[in-house]
Structure formats: structure tokens, C-alpha cells
């Protein structure tokens, strides 16, 4: 038998591979590093570390590091790219004995002149949000422009959500419109943009709609929380600050195009009308208030509807930017976006009478189903220029124009139960609002550490509602005993109405602030003096038309459709003379004085004293016999802060600060007429309602760890004098009006906390704010006496409208930048609210808690384009109001059939809305 040394030379050679495996492994080694900016610490996300012996490449992580695996001993030369920096070369040394480490910074690419250094001004990225955060004169919560193209939200007000302490309140179309900060609503609340106070074109508040502005067009969004004297006063609850796009250092273009639907569209019509054939303008507007108008003045093209199948939603936005000239010093950017969105509603409503039953059980006067099909149309369009004269002079001119068209129609199938009738009614609406603001601004740095900047403002806010019609047509109905199959009876045609609405606001305004840099007892010191002049005029206009059915041969005329209809115009044709035709002028003049003192090398304190003086006026075209029809109003604030930040570490901050602020009425507030809402008439209280004041206390730790991690935690405290809120009064049989009332005094007080935390690829953003309000007023308690039915007032301990106990937001993400992806999965939690104060004991309108969870991602394809896609409202998260009151009682009391919408005995379901998921998928650009 032949000797054969291939079995035993395979089995030695398998043993020798193995073994110079193990010792491969048991020397190579692994290198961690961390990129840089070497101007400001900020660790590059997304840079390129290549390794020339292996020609591997990675790719720094979330955290601001990047990981080398498997690297044998020795000695090898990095290449660190990163965009608009300079790329590094660094060679190091892996040895074995570990543990082997290496820091790189890269150098900003940037000009740097011999008279000036121009630098980008934006903070698009976290980590810079972060620097606002630690280094901000007050308590502030800062959105970066990263974290919002990342997110799911495509308007400011949705933005809003994902901040600490703040619940958002939706418009019929569940679109994020008003902002509620710690639980103070949004007439608490004031909004600037680029520092500067913007008029608002809400056709009854001072608050402004953020669903005007397109997200993509911020660099980033301020949230203040606390108050300096060098900011305007009137804000309890905060103070908004969009932060628009600024000029770069260098050559920017960024587009990107999305197209989606909403999905409510799979289950009910959206329904459309032309809106060519709308009047602009009403009959009064066109001939003079004594023109009497025919119905050939009211033509019927918007109460003609057709249905479109799955409409197709729409975004687009384009930024470019660059500066030019000598040394760089003329810098533009233009940055515009366009939204087409079509959303629906479906809606169940129990319209309530206007006194309950005995012991305050509820009462209905009907059953309303509701369909909403809106057309949401949004441009915005950001422009800045500015020049650098030399390194001590600046002067820049800014343009915000927004504009936002909505196309509604609602549609509304109620049953009278007692009478057996039901009605149906429609209703067209085009409603335009839009913002336009012109700011030339300058800074100087003069001698001997003394600056001064100023602004000088031309704002217009404009609304229209041009023509909004509505039509009902009402048939009634016998139910068979026996089948229970419902026969229809004579179909007659009801009242049409038609309404015009125009408001424009016009603010012209000085801003001047002069800040001298010292020093007061070897110790740093810093003075600020400051006023604001303001000239505010509103115009409203307010013409209303009904028209009634001309009757038939047999008395009510039959309904075939809106065409055929025959009406006459009732009250001669004229428009009803009212009190919402009015203009409300205001001149404010603020002055203040404010210092900064270095107290200790870690104790900073900053305090002054703000003064505001009020001048208002109003005028109605009401009659001399007509009570308030115009007026005049004198007062005068004065608002002092202090506030104290101690640096724990360079990192590491306590802050404890007082303010005092105010809050001026609405202008519909105080004017002796109103509007109708959804629900109810809303009317002024120009008899006595006073301004709002509060004074505040708050206090934060900060810590911010590195890279974008984040955690806050903090309290506040709020005394409120004089809140004004909402209430119904009885104004007929079945019918309620709200108008608002000062309610004494109010406390509001809350804890926040705030956690952001990134590990390699992955990271976690987390808020919760826990808010505790308490208001008393009397309130109507219906009860059986010997006389019959009557009321009694009783006081009732409250929260305050708009606040929830619970808020938080939880976002899990993903970013692998090797792979060139961004996912974000992002749930946000709103606690129960009062949406409704009602003047009866315990029938307040409660808003459910709701969970809403939304997905977003961004993929890179190739160089500079990337795939993106957002889904909200995954859950399809309805917003429900509800009655804290027994609906088996009322079954109990009231003796009638069971109801829609009831799950549970313990409380009374009366709305319940849902709007379904939206889905958006688009490409992105970017040089």
C-alpha cells in the first residue's frame, strides 16, 4: 500500500491557516476618532475618514465619531473630507497595545478678508441649536433647520408640536394652525420673524396663523420662555421667533419636489366648485352701503359641485444664495416654497341647545353629520441682502412674503330627532390670508465698545373672504313601526346666505437699541437702552346677505337644485348695519433699560425695566344710539425682570429668572358685535374687559454633554391678573354666544424636561412637560324649584382653556451616513383640554388626549440627490370633545334611544372628527 502525505499535508495546512488567523486577529486593532470643526468644536455628521493603506472608507456617526475595525499595528495616513471645509491629512500610529484613539479638525472653507470675516449666519445644524440654547440671554428651546427637514412637518405650526411644553390647535382640516405654550393659549403668545413683531391676518386675533409658513424656509425656530427687557412684553406664555434663511459664505442651491394624498379620499368624495365666478368684492363694497342688492347680485357657480378622484398633493421649494463682489462683501439669499394640499374631514357634531336640562344634564338640538373637503394653497418666499461696508458697519434688507388660499366645502346632514326633519346644507368658502414684511436693518460697532443697531419695519397682514355661500334644503321623514324603513317627505328649499369679510393690518415701526460694553468693579459689564415706536391700523369690513325662498303654489317651494331656486333678498337688500365694520388704530411707544453684570466669573445677572404705553382707538359703523360703538383706550405697563446664570461647567447651566408681561385684547375683544364660528356667535365685551398681566418665575438646569445631546429640566410659575377667556351666554331660546370675560386671577404652574441623546447611528429626542392650572368662576346650575326649572351660580375650580395636564414627544432615529440615510418615527401625546368654557357647572368641552404618530425618512441616491417621504397621522388619531358628565344619566333621564359616538356610561362623546393619513414622497437637491 502506497505511502500519501495529501490528507496530512490539507490537515497541516488548515491548521497553520487557522492559526495565523487567530494571530491576525489577536493584533489587529481597533481605532476610534472624532471629527471636528475646528473653529467652533462641532463634530462634523457625515464626513469621510479614508484610510490610504486599505482604502476603506467611514463615515462619522451621530454622536461626532467614527470606527475603524480589524487594523494591524502600524502606521498609516488618514483623509478626512467633509463639505465647504478643507480636507485634512493626518497620519497616526495603531499599536498594539491600544487603546488607539485620534481627534481631527477641519478648517471651515471660508474667506477671511483683511477689513472683514464673512461668515454663514445660519444654524441649521443641532449642535449650533444647542450653542443658542447654552448661550441665550433668556430660558429658550431652539428647532434647527436640520431636525426640520428631517421631520414630517411641513408648516411652522406643525414644527411646533416637537417643542417642550407646546400642544397645537388644528383648523376643520386637522392642519396644525395655533400654538398653546404650557398651557396658556395662543391670544398669551407672540410671533416674530427674524426678531421683529408681525401683524396678524386673522380676521379676529392678534395671533398670527403659523400654518402660513412653509417650514423649509426657516433656518431654524426660537421658542422663548422667559423674557428680557430687551424684548417685547406682550407674551405670558412665550414668544415665537422665526428664524429665516440667511446670505452664505459661498454658493448654495437646495430644491427638492413631493407629491402624495390623503387617504380619507378612499372613503368619501372630495368635492369641488369653481371659484371663477366669485365677487371679490360685495354689493356694498361695489355701489355704497345704500345699495340695495337683487338676487342677480348673488350668483350660484360656488354652490355647484363636482367631485375630483384622489387628488394628487404638491410641494416644491427652491433656495439659492451666494455673495459676490470685492472682498465678498454683498451677500443674497432667495428662498421660496410652494404646498398644494388637499385634505378631508369626516365629522360627527351634537349641536347642544342653549340651557341643559335640570341638574345640568345636556341637552341637543341636533345630530349634524360633516364632510370637509379643503384645498390648501401656500407659497412663501424669503429674501435678504446685505452688505458689509467694513468690519464695523452692516446694513441688510429683509422680505417675508406668505400667502395662504384655502377652498373649502362643508358639507352638513343633521337630524332634528323631536320633529323628524332633516337638513341638508352646503356651504363654499374661500378664505386668503397673507403677510408681507419689509425690514431695512443696520448695525454699527462705534468707539470705545459702543454699538447700536436699528430696524425700520413696513408689515402688512391682509384676509379676505370673498363671498362665502351656503344654501339648506330640508325634507322630513316617517319611520315605519313596523319595518323601520324611513319615507321621505316634500324636499323644500331653505334660506341661502352670503357673506364677504376683508381685514388688513398695517404696522409701521422703529426699532433703536444701543449697547455700551465696560466694566464694573473689575468685573464685566454690559448696558443696554432701547424704545419701539409702532403706528398699527386694522380695517374691517363685514357685509352679510339672506336671501329667502319665494314660495310655491302650495306655500314652501320644492327643492331640484341650487340653479332653479327662486329668492328674494330680504331686508330691502341691504346689508344688516353691524358693529364689524370697524377700524382699530394703536400707537405703542416701549422704552427700556437693561444690564448685564458679571457677578462672579460663573454668575451672570441680567435685569431692567421695560415700559409700554397703550393707545387705542376704535370706530363702528353702528348707530349714535348703539352703545361702545366706538372708543378709546389709555394705559400704561411697567415690566421689570432679573435673571440669574450660574455655569456649573463650561457646559452646565442654572437658570432662575422673573419676568412680568401683558396681554392686550383682541381686537374683536372689544369691538360691540361678532361673528359666527362653527358653533356659536362670537361676540365682543367692550363694557369693561381689562388687559391681562401675569408675573412669572421660572428655573432650568442645562446640560449640554457634546455633539447634539441635550437634557433640560425646569420649572415655572405664573400668577395671571385678569385672564380673559371665552364663555357662552344665553342669547335665545336655542342658541348660545361667546364672548370673551376677565376672570379674576389664575395660577399656572409645571415642570419640563427635555433629553436628546445620540449612540453611534442611533439617537433619542424626548420632552415631557407636566402643566397644572386652576381658575374659579360661578357657574349656572340648572335644579327644579317650586317655581319650575331655574339656575343658581355656583363657583367651579377649573384648568384654564387650552391647557393639558400631560404633554411629551418621543422620536426614535436613524443615521447611517455610509449608507446615506435618515429615518425618524416621531409620536407626540396631547393630554386632555378645555376647548370650550361653557357657563353651565360641569359642561365644559373637553378635547380627548390624543396620540398622533408620524415616519419620515431621506435616502441619498446620488451625489447632491436624495429620495425622501413623510406619513402623518399614521394611527389615523381622531380629535374627539366630550362632556365630563354620565351618558347613562342622561339615557336615565332623558328616556331616549341610545345615541351615535357612546362607548363609555361615564362621560358624553359630542364630536368626533378624523382626518386619516397623509402621505408625501419627493427628491431633493442639494450643491
Known sequence: MPLTFTPFLKRTAGIVSFLLLLMSTAFAQTLKGRVNDAATGDPLVGATVKVAETSSKHFVQLDGTFTVKNIKPGTYHLEVKYLSYKTAKQEITIT?????????????????LSTVTINAAGYSSDRKARDLEKNSEALVNVVSAKTIQLSSDLTVANVMQRVSGVTIEKNSAGEGRYPIIRGMEKRYINTLVNGIKIPSPDNKNRYVPLDLFPSEILDHLEVSKSLTPSMEGDAIGGTINLVMKDAPSHLIIDGNFAAGYNNIFDSQPYKQFSTSGTSKYSPAELNGNNYMAQVGDFPRGALNYTTKNTPVNMTAGLTIGNRFGKDKKFGFIVSGSYQNNYRGTSSTFFLPNAQPSVNNIPSFQELQQRQYSTQSQRLGINTKLDYQINSKNKISLYNLYVNLKDVQERNIVDTIVLNSIVNYQDRSTVQKQSINNSTLQGTHDLNNGLKLDWSLVYSIANNRLPDQAYFSHQYGFQIDSQTGQMTKQSDDIQKMNRLWMANSDKDYSAYVNMTQQGMLLNRKMELKLGAVFRDKKRDNIYNEYSLSPVPGA????????????????????????????????EDLTEAYVQFKWELLHKLEMLGGLRVEQTHQHYDTQLTESQPYRFGTIDYVDLLPSLQFKYALAENQNLRLAYYKALTRPSFIDLIPDGVQGEVFKEQGNPSGLNHTTANNVDFRYEFFPGSS???????????????????????????????????????NFGVEAVITKYFGPFGISANYTFTRSRITTDKLVSYLSDKGQTTRLDPETRPLQGQSDHVGNLSLLYKNPKLGLDIQIAGVYTGERIALVSPYYGLDYWQAPTTQLDFSFEKSLVKRLALYGKINNITNTPMQLELHKSYAEYLAFQGSKPLNLQTDPNKFIVQKDYFKTSFLLGLRYKL
Not at 498594539?96 to 477671511?112: K, T
Not at 302650495?554 to 370697524?582: C, E, F, H, M, R
Not at 429640566?713 to 357662552?728: H, L, N, R
Open 554 to 585: 302650495k306655500g314652501a317651494q320644492p327643492y331640484t337644485n341650487i340653479n332653479d331656486a327662486i329668492y328674494t333678498v330680504d331686508n330691502s337688500g341691504l346689508s344688516p348695519v353691524n358693529g364689524n365694520n370697524y377700524t382699530f388704530k
Open 709 to 747: 445631546d441635550e437634557i433640560l429640566i425646569g420649572t415655572f410659575y405664573k400668577d395671571i391678573k385678569d385672564p380673559i377667556e371665552y364663555t357662552a351666554i344665553k342669547s335665545g331660546v336655542t342658541s348660545q354666544t361667546l364672548i370673551p370675560q376677565n376672570f379674576g386671577t389664575a395660577t
Open 96 to 112: 498594539s497595545a491600544g487603546p488607539n484613539a485620534v481627534s481631527v479638525v477641519l478648517d471651515p472653507d471660508v474667506s477671511e
